[in-house]
Structure formats: structure tokens, C-alpha cells
């Protein structure tokens, strides 16, 4: 028999391993594991857990219908592997490639050694156009360009899949720990899980709501229905990359529409820019880009943390960011942007810390998006060009009315939105008026924006400039940039030298 082996790629559709598997005609066991190891991740939280099961019921509504099963188990997967290999004989195990955490990576090579051990073929497939092993970008852009999102969507015929009816011992062990409460409890706020929540999320925007995602892309609240939202699907494979950017690239040609598509693509292809750096250098996850940086000595813990994690810096575009994600796991870019550079440079916090909370709250966590994401707006690649989002000028470029800003913060409701940009500048009596006391009903600013960062700025550019942080950046652009940008950057240091 064979297993498929399901992780990031909870979908049916486009599914490599599946469609392999099911062309070999041998029974099949379809199988996802709730791994205990990553449940009690620093990184994880309920949320991600809980999406992953709503997918999981969605893949097993969809294979009821012909007669299939999925099998979800609570345990790790070697030991689940292993209790399969005592009832049956396993001739080969499919699998797609996950970029994740080095906690992922080191499971998955030790499957594989078991695999070798018991002679049984590991078969795992690349996704989101990664290249595993590379160690440098030469020809990558072609392969992603004219390989991945070029490749025909692959063809899955569930009515051919030979479902293994496993025994009443085996499926005794499967049932043994139960899968927790809170990932079956559904929570208001959040988006549901599954492939069919995918493609409606899908169809909806490429008929209808992408006519305003460039515009409305950095607004929090418009950006909430004009972007695509299909961030936690992707993460969690319910659609493929190839498969959006292909549906895009048709649709753009059926409308004629290309500014909004084309900017769409863009972020479909920067994804998988981003997934190939943690891909070629796992030590992302734990240590900056640029090794120089180390020396920042940026604060761990403390009350400026505790007050960004928790919402209450006394900034409002801060604190109503850090509500939403709370409630919703979701804001967009320039906001997740702004949440890093306000902690980097206005509070001077460390970027393992930012990262790892940010991490349990994005639904739609993805460490190969995440990490290289994170140490950029922090500053530690060394050569992007630093971008600190001021949280007023947020406001007021993009909820200007305090819409997105009074829907998280309430006690701000009667603020006039002339106010929310520096709500601590309110006379005692403004402050009355509206039911706002500062201090009280909403905090004070837990530092001077501007001269905190400027501060911070100064001591951030005294490593950057150092003779260091220069040194080390041929090798990084080799690593990290696709060459036409390597070359770029080369020579805007030659010039500045």
C-alpha cells in the first residue's frame, strides 16, 4: 500500500502526491497528523491548528462524496508511521517538500532516514516553486517564470483512488488521543479553512473585488475586501500558487484589465521569492541576514513589548492593528510593516521576539514568508532600503475618517478623526468632551515617536555603515537576490565607496 501524506497542502485539486499515488493503483492511505511537537511551538497557536482542521473536514466532505476517507490523527507522525508499518506493508510514501522551521525540517529529514531504514520509497514533491539545495539564485527566476507557474495544473481523478479500509486495531490506535476541543470549535472573525472556502474566496475577487486592490491595498479597512485574502490558503496549501497565478494571468487577458492583475501577480511571484530565501538558508528563522546586525543589542521582553504585543503603545493605528489581529488574524502589508518598524525603531525591540509573536497571531503564518518578511522591515539584510511606516502619518494617509481605528478601539469612538492622529494633543477639556481621558480611557504614548526613532535610527546606521555589514553583502546578494538585482546592488556600493 501507499501513504500520502498530507501537511501544508490541504486541498484536493493540483495535488502532485495525490495524483502520483493514485496512478500507481495500490490501495492509498491519506493521512495528516495533529504533531504534539508542533502544537507546543512557540511559533503555533490554536488558530493555525484550528484553520488546519476546518480543512481537514472540508477535504472529508469532499471525499465522502466519492466514497474516500482522510485519516486525521492526533501524534507524531513517526510513531503514527510506525504502528501503520506493523499492519501493512508500505511500498512508498508521498509527500510534498514543506519550508518551514527547522522544528519541520529536522521531522521531515528524520521520516525520511526512517523511510531508508525500512526500505520504503520517500517520495516528496516541491511546492510554490522552490528549489530544494539551492544555495544561489542563478536560473531560479526561469525555473519559477517558465517551470512551476508555467506547468499545467495537475489532474486529481478521486474516482480512481483505491481507499485503504484499514483494521479495527489500527484505526484503535489512530483514535487513541482524541484531537483537541478548541481546533473544532469554530470562532467568529477569522476566515473559515478549506479548499471550496479558497476558490469561492478566489472567484470573488478575480469577478469582482480585485477592480479595487491597488487602490485600496494599503488601507486597512478597504483592504480587508479589495485584497484577495487568499494569504491563510496559500499558507496552508487549500490552492496552489501555480493555480492562482495561472487563473489570474487568464482573467487579466478575458478583461483586459492588467494594472490591478499585474500588481496582484507581483505579490504571487514575491511569495515565492520570499519562500526560496528561508528555503536556502534556514538559519533565518533564528539569526539576521546580515551577521553584523547581531550586535544591535535590541531589547528583549520588558514594558515596551508587553505594551505593543498587547495593543496599549498610545498610538491608535498600533493598538487597533494589534486589536484586529488579535480578533481576526489578518491585516495587510503596510500595516504588518508598520507593526516592525514601530517596535524596531521607535521601541528598539529585538526582531526574534517580534517575530514570534506575530507568528501565533497571523492566520496565515508562513515561516518562508515570514522570516526574510520580519528581518526586512527590521533592517537586517543590510541592502533593502529602509522603510519606517510613522503610525500618525498612517492614519491620516489611510483612515483618515478613523474608520478601521474606531471599529478596534472603542473608547475612542467619540474622538473626532482630526484627533486620532495624536490623541494625547486633546486639551483636558476635548478630552472630556469626548469621553477620553488620556491616560485613563486610552494610554499615553509609551515614548516620543520621534525622538525615539531618530535616536534609534542613528545607532541602527552606525552598524549598518560598518566595515562589516559591507563585507558581507556580496555574499548575501549571491544567496539571496535573483543576479540582474545582485549586479544592481554592486554597483550602487561601488558608487557610494
Given amino acids: 500500500m501507499n501513504i500520502v501524506w498530507f501537511k501544508k497542502d490541504l486541498r484536493l485539486r493540483d495535488h502532485d502526491p495525490l495524483a502520483e499515488a493514485i496512478a500507481l493503483g495500490k490501495p492509498v492511505l491519506l493521512l495528516y497528523c495533529f504533531e504534539p511537537s508542533l502544537i507546543?511551538?512557540?511559533?503555533?497557536?490554536?488558530?493555525?491548528?484550528?484553520?488546519?482542521?476546518?480543512?481537514?473536514?472540508?477535504?472529508?466532505?469532499?471525499?465522502?462524496?466519492?466514497?474516500?476517507?482522510?485519516?486525521?490523527?492526533?501524534?507524531?507522525?513517526?510513531?503514527?508511521?510506525?504502528?501503520?508499518?506493523?499492519?501493512?506493508?508500505?511500498?512508498?510514501?508521498?509527500?510534498?517538500?514543506?519550508?518551514?522551521?527547522?522544528?519541520?525540517?529536522?521531522?521531515?529529514?528524520?521520516?525520511?532516514?526512517?523511510?531508508?531504514?525500512?526500505?520504503?520509497?520517500?517520495?516528496?514533491f516541491a511546492q510554490n516553486g522552490t528549489v530544494r539545495g539551492k544555495k544561489n539564485r542563478a536560473?531560479?527566476?526561469?525555473?519559477?517564470?517558465?517551470?512551476?507557474?508555467?506547468?499545467?495544473?495537475?489532474?486529481?481523478?478521486?474516482?480512481?483512488?483505491?481507499?485503504?479500509?484499514?483494521?479495527?486495531?489500527?484505526?484503535?490506535?489512530?483514535?487513541?488521543?482524541?484531537?483537541?476541543?478548541?481546533?473544532?470549535e469554530s470562532k467568529t472573525g477569522f476566515q473559515k479553512g478549506g479548499e471550496s472556502y479558497a476558490w469561492k474566496y478566489y472567484k470573488?475577487?478575480?469577478q469582482k473585488r480585485v477592480w479595487n486592490y491597488s487602490r485600496h491595498i494599503s488601507k486597512p479597512e478597504l483592504s480587508r475586501k479589495s485584497c484577495s485574502r487568499l494569504s491563510p490558503y496559500l499558507a496552508f496549501g487549500c490552492i496552489s500558487a501555480k493555480a492562482v497565478m495561472q487563473y489570474a494571468f487568464a482573467q487579466s487577458k478575458k478583461t483586459g484589465e492588467e494594472w490591478n492583475f499585474s500588481n496582484f501577480k507581483s505579490r504571487i511571484w514575491w511569495r515565492s521569492h520570499y519562500i526560496q530565501k528561508l528555503e536556502t538558508d534556514w538559519q533565518i528563522e533564528s539569526q539576521p541576514i546580515n551577521r553584523a546586525f547581531n550586535?544591535?543589542?535590541?531589547?528583549?521582553?520588558?514594558?515596551?513589548?508587553?505594551?505593543?504585543?498587547?495593543?496599549?503603545?498610545?498610538?491608535?493605528?498600533?493598538?487597533?492593528?494589534?486589536?484586529?489581529?488579535?480578533?481576526?488574524?489578518?491585516?495587510?502589508?503596510?500595516?504588518?510593516?508598520?507593526?516592525?518598524?514601530?517596535?524596531?525603531?521607535?521601541?528598539w525591540l529585538d526582531w526574534r521576539q517580534l517575530a514570534t509573536h506575530l507568528a501565533k497571531l497571523f492566520l496565515d503564518y508562513d515561516p518562508?514568508?515570514?522570516?526574510?518578511?520580519?528581518?526586512?522591515?527590521?533592517?537586517?539584510?543590510?541592502?533593502h532600503t529602509l522603510r519606517i511606516f510613522n503610525p500618525m502619518a498612517q492614519v491620516e494617509k489611510h483612515d483618515s475618517e478613523g474608520?478601521?481605528?474606531?471599529?478596534?478601539?472603542?473608547?475612542?469612538?467619540?474622538?473626532?478623526?482630526s484627533h486620532l492622529i495624536e490623541p494625547w494633543k486633546m486639551t483636558q477639556m476635548e478630552q472630556t468632551f469626548y469621553n477620553c481621558k488620556i491616560g485613563?480611557?486610552?494610554?499615553?504614548?509609551?515614548?516620543?515617536?520621534?525622538?525615539?526613532?531618530?535616536?534609534?535610527?542613528?545607532?541602527?546606521?552606525?552598524?549598518?555603515?560598518?566595515?562589516?555589514?559591507?563585507?558581507?553583502?556580496?555574499?548575501?546578494w549571491e544567496k539571496y537576490c535573483v543576479p540582474s538585482d545582485a549586479e544592481k546592488y554592486k554597483l550602487q556600493l561601488k558608487l557610494k565607496d
Avoid at 79 to 97: H, K, R
Avoid at 157 to 167: E, F, M
Avoid at 403 to 417: A, G, H, Y
Fill in 139 to 184: 536560473d531560479w527566476q526561469a525555473q519559477l517564470e517558465a517551470g512551476y507557474f508555467s506547468y499545467p495544473v495537475t489532474k486529481v481523478d478521486l474516482s480512481k483512488l483505491v481507499n485503504l479500509k484499514i483494521g479495527a486495531e489500527l484505526k484503535s490506535i489512530f483514535d487513541k488521543e482524541p484531537i483537541p476541543t478548541e481546533f473544532q
Fill in 295 to 347: 550586535e544591535l543589542d535590541r531589547a528583549v521582553g520588558g514594558k515596551l513589548f508587553e505594551a505593543w504585543a498587547n495593543g496599549k503603545t498610545g498610538y491608535p493605528m498600533v493598538d487597533a492593528c494589534m486589536k484586529c489581529l488579535e480578533e481576526t488574524g489578518w491585516i495587510n502589508f503596510r500595516m504588518r510593516g508598520m507593526l516592525v518598524t514601530f517596535a524596531s525603531y521607535a521601541l
Fill in 368 to 383: 518562508g514568508i515570514h522570516y526574510p518578511q520580519i528581518q526586512m522591515q527590521a533592517g537586517l539584510s543590510g541592502y
Fill in 440 to 476: 485613563e480611557d486610552y494610554p499615553s504614548p509609551i515614548v516620543d515617536y520621534g525622538l525615539a526613532t531618530s535616536e534609534n535610527k542613528d545607532r541602527y546606521w552606525a552598524t549598518r555603515q560598518s566595515l562589516e555589514a559591507k563585507k558581507n553583502l556580496p555574499s548575501i
Fill in 40 to 124: 507546543a511551538a512557540e511559533d503555533t497557536s490554536t488558530r493555525h491548528f484550528r484553520f488546519a482542521y476546518e480543512c481537514l473536514v472540508d477535504m472529508r466532505t469532499a471525499l465522502a462524496k466519492e466514497g474516500q476517507e482522510i485519516h486525521i490523527v492526533c501524534g507524531e507522525v513517526l510513531d503514527i508511521l510506525s504502528s501503520i508499518n506493523e499492519f501493512y506493508s508500505i511500498a512508498n510514501l508521498f509527500s510534498y517538500e514543506e519550508v518551514g522551521t527547522k522544528l519541520t525540517f529536522d521531522r521531515d529529514r528524520n521520516v525520511k532516514k526512517w523511510c531508508l531504514e525500512k526500505e520504503i520509497a520517500f517520495k516528496s
Fill in 204 to 206: 470573488s475577487f478575480l
Fill in 403 to 417: 474608520v478601521f481605528i474606531k471599529r478596534w478601539l472603542p473608547e475612542l469612538i467619540d474622538v473626532p478623526p
